[in-house]
């Protein structure tokens, strides 16, 4: 699987809610550099960063990975990965969301043999149970719903699904929050750039539902944990109480 999988981290500079969040400092080293070398410890394929600013690229030399500049008008970070991957042979090409510090290389493994395991599935990605009862309204924390065999039903920044108090399960049924991380088989990366936003992507504002709304099967595997992600500059300090619970997930 090595020489058909291709990782790409799209780093987006001008983020809205926290700008140049992917150059934020993180105990000593970039939020970007705590994925990059999450990648490849994975050691399942090449890495590639992808912005759209030259101050990503100098970052990214500077602890050796290689950066391509792609362009100011990608909509999303599929866009992104789309243009870096083009005129590559890959059969997988990975989103890995520059805003996830803590991801774990048995995430990324577990991911990509869910994918190539399951023929129906279009795109695989990963989720965990929520621990934190803060996280469950949290809408920063995209939760799951999906049936018994992993497939994706919904994703939203509600709590869902929804816990009703005369439902004999309430009290037991965990909630999951999703992982920044998304495998795409080639052929349902190049029909999902062609497909226009849709109503519930943009009312929710996360593109995987485009991918539901079409038809497209996600199927997500279920992980032990996962840290927290970067979305807002008050993040930096749950990631730096996060690794000093979990000191060994930098090194994992």
């Not at 070398?37 to 960063?49: K, S």
């Not at 100011?72 to 990975?94: L, M, N, P």
């Not at 048995?106 to 149970?129: E, P, Q, Y």
Request: aromatic share 6%; proline share 7%; glycine share 4%.
């Amino acid at each position: 699987m090595k020489k058909d999988t291709l990782l790409v981290i799209p780093a987006r500079y001008a983020s809205t809610r926290f700008p140049a969040k992917v150059l934020a400092p993180l105990s000593g080293k970039p939020v970007l550099q705590w994925v990059y070398e999450a990648c490849l410890r994975a050691d399942v394929g090449a890495v590639l960063i992808a912005t759209e600013h030259k101050a990503v690229v100098e970052a990214a030399a500077k602890f050796g990975a290689k950066a391509i500049l792609t362009s100011e008008s990608c909509a999303s970070g599929t866009d992104r990965i789309y243009q870096a991957s083009r005129g590559r042979r890959e059969k997988y090409i990975v989103n890995v969301q520059s805003d996830e510090p803590f991801l774990e290389p048995s995430t990324l493994k577990a991911v990509l043999k869910k994918l190539s395991a399951d023929k129906n599935a279009d795109i695989a990605t990963a989720g965990a149970r929520i621990t934190d009862s803060k996280e469950i309204l949290d809408p920063n924390c995209v939760k799951i719903a999906m049936n018994k065999q992993g497939r994706a039903l919904y994703f939203s920044r509600s709590p869902i699904p929804y816990h009703h108090e005369l439902s004999p399960d309430c009290k037991t049924a965990p909630w999951y929050k999703h992982c920044g991380l998304y495998a795409y088989k080639r052929a349902a990366l190049d029909k999902f750039v062609k497909l226009p936003p849709s109503p519930l992507e943009r009312l929710e504002r996360l593109e995987q539902l485009r991918a539901l709304e079409a038809g497209m099967a996600i199927s997500c595997v279920e992980v032990p944990r996962l840290g927290p992600a970067i979305d807002v500059p008050s993040d930096i300090r749950k990631a730096l109480a996060y690794l000093k619970k979990h000191r060994s997930v930098g090194n994992a």
